[in-house]
């Protein structure tokens, strides 16, 4: 599968963003899909996930009542609004696909995208 992701950019601090990821070659409900976040000088980490059925989602703490990832399986997509936004949250977004079953580790998704830039001004 390969992933593209798009809708990143510069934002005033409490603005608001939706990242999309959509993919090409197999369908996103073929598996759990995730966004990660690096910033410079930081190790990649963990957003968010949702499971190939759409069902189940899973937020990382810091992101938890302020992000919401979703999936459109008809147009192959999948989704990552983000609310609230803090200068902390400025990195680069990857959308990624993961064999695996609810993986929270990086290591655990063999599909990424591009990255997309999210720059959150105090």
């Known amino acids: 599968v390969q992933l593209q992701a798009s809708g990143g950019g510069l934002v005033q601090a409490g603005g608001s963003l939706r990242l999309s990821c959509v993919a090409s070659?197999?369908?996103?409900?073929?598996?759990?899909m995730g966004w990660f976040r690096q910033a410079p000088g930081r190790e990649r980490e963990f957003v968010a996930l949702?499971?190939?059925?759409?069902?189940?989602?899973y937020y990382a703490d810091i992101v938890k009542g302020r992000f919401t990832i979703s999936k459109d399986n008809a147009k192959n997509t999948v989704y990552l609004q983000m609310n609230s936004l803090k200068p902390e949250d400025t990195a680069v977004y990857y959308c990624a696909a993961s064999g695996s079953y609810s993986a929270t580790l990086a290591w655990d998704y063999a599909y990424w995208g591009q990255g997309t830039q999210v720059t959150v001004s105090s």
């Open positions: 070659g197999r369908t996103v409900s073929s598996y759990d």
């Open positions: 949702i499971n190939r059925r759409g069902g189940t989602t």
